[in-house]
């Protein structure tokens, strides 16, 4: 996965952390989480606020 793939990101995150309130989690906290998911492949420098928001924003879709 790359840093693009939001939506399969959030689906990884919702299915590791499922009693995790996605809107609880901090930006450094989501970033750290999905550098060290196992499928996740990309250079973490390469992130920004604007990924860690769709990817939160996915992940609140997916946990509805």
């Not at 990884?12 to 998911?37: E, G, I």
């Amino acid at each position: 996965m790359k840093w693009i793939d939001s939506r399969d990101i959030a689906i990884a995150l919702a299915d590791q952390r499922p009693d995790v309130d996605p809107l609880t989690v901090s930006f450094p906290d989501l970033m750290k989480w999905v550098v060290a998911l196992e499928e996740f492949d990309d250079d973490p420098e390469h992130c920004g606020e604007k990924i860690l928001e769709a990817i939160q924003m996915a992940w609140i879709e997916e946990a509805d």
